[in-house]
């Protein structure tokens, strides 16, 4: 019934007895959204528009279902953890839940995948081995609650690899994403400026959730794949207007990085930007662009740069979570604690030994190789290698005379970028990381020649003649 619905909507001839239907329904959709906005609240508010969208949303959803909803998850991802649906979960949750039905409607009415990439096999392998660590984990719950996220973000991940995506439809996601990362920053950085969210003047932005925030550490590498596709269009745009709208966008970035005050951000984004030089060969532009974010770090009253003098042999003790978790992994070398377990882990060899800083008990890794290794040994680096070989190749044949080489230069700086972040930080269980690998398979797959994408097998019609025998 719901395709025969999707048909007609997409089959539809312009007439006077639809115009009338369509018109009808947007007067009592606008209306409805007009009586919530008279009751002023936000929620109201929301609601209202949309309501008054969802004559378009719902188009969308049918036929450009990566424009919507999984645009709309894409703006939302660095705004992850900041509005909360009560008894739900996030927004951004939502969104994505939104998205994987809906691309995956897509799939199954028009009948049609791309060839799957070898990098979803890869993640397919260590999800798995994920969750075949409950049988070994030391704490089931906390894995479980891992395995669920981690199955989430995987299912969105697969889904996305195999739906067939135009050019046009690859550019307008990327500029989605460059959008929501904007829009944050430039949240971010009001909040900073004005002093009403900080701590140790460090931008630490409320959760909707009373007293919790998010750690600006993870709201600043959400922002590394949004800063590599804003260079690169910068760097390549045609017009002084567009220039200068790049370089725009490019302040609000760092701003948002400079306010977090994070460490592993700043020399991510400084990665990104030297991977962009090195492919680019656009000095000229490329040095303005570090020149300018460093009068801006100047101008930007964040603590990054004080951290970097007074931190930098411990890093926030983090060398000492690492050898207390080197220890931790040489207990459990070949299959590792399980899933999730790290803190299980370095909390039983903290008290055996020396640290030079006072160190507090269930730490998080701050580094995804190190948590790897712990949590699934020696076999789950074996596949974390394979995966990161895998998503480093899966661009490898949009070649430098294609147009889309330039989305190539930026998401595989935004790789780097966030390699380099990970070294850092505990990125596994985030939607920014996760929405990088996705913007790296549709890259792959708009690019793919029309014979790689197949259709699903057809059922085979029997000739009325012989249905009559």
Known sequence: MIRNVAA????????????????????????????????GSK????????LAASPLLIYLSIQRPLIFPFGLYAVLVPFNHL????????????????????LLFHIV????????????????????LACASLLWAVDTTQSITLIVLLLQLFALFAVT??????????LVVLALIALGGIAAAGYGGKLFLTGTQTVGNRLFIESAVEGEYLDPNHFSAALLLPLALTLVYTVYAPWI????????????????????????????????????LVRTRRWLQLIGVTLAGLVLSLAVKSAVWSRFSADAMSGSGRSSIWYIGAHAFMQRPVLGWGIGNFADAYDRWLLQLYS?????WDRAAHNFIIMVAVELGVVGLAVLVWVMIEQARALRHIEPGSDLYRVRIALESALLGL????????????????????????????????????????PRMVPAAAARR
């Open 8 to 39: 007609h909507v997409a089959d539809a001839r312009p007439g006077i007895p639809a115009a009338l239907i369509l018109g009808l329904a947007t007067a009592a959709l606008a209306g409805m959204a007009a009586f919530l906005l008279a009751g």
């Open 43 to 50: 929620t109201g508010t929301v609601l209202a528009i949309a």
């Open 83 to 102: 509005i909360f649906l009560h008894g739900f979960g996030t927004l951004t949750k939502l969104a994505g839940i939104l998205a994987s039905a809906g």
């Open 109 to 128: 009415r028009n009948k049609r995948i791309v060839s799957p990439p070898r990098v979803l096999l890869a993640w397919f392998v260590f999800v798995v």
């Open 161 to 170: 690899a195999l739906v067939p995506v135009s050019r046009e439809e690859l």
């Open 241 to 276: 207007t567009r220039k200068a709208v790049g370089f725009a966008g490019l302040a609000v970035l760092m701003v948002g990085i400079y306010a977090s005050g994070s460490r592993g951000g700043l020399v991510a984004a400084a990665a990104i930007l030297l991977a962009v």
């Open 356 to 360: 030079p800083i006072l160190m507090q």
């Open 419 to 458: 390699l380099v972040m990970s070294f850092f930080l505990d990125t596994l269980y985030w939607k920014y990381a996760w929405l990088t690998f996705t913007a790296v398979a549709l890259a792959r797959s708009a690019a793919l020649p029309s014979r790689q994408q197949a259709e699903a097998p057809q």
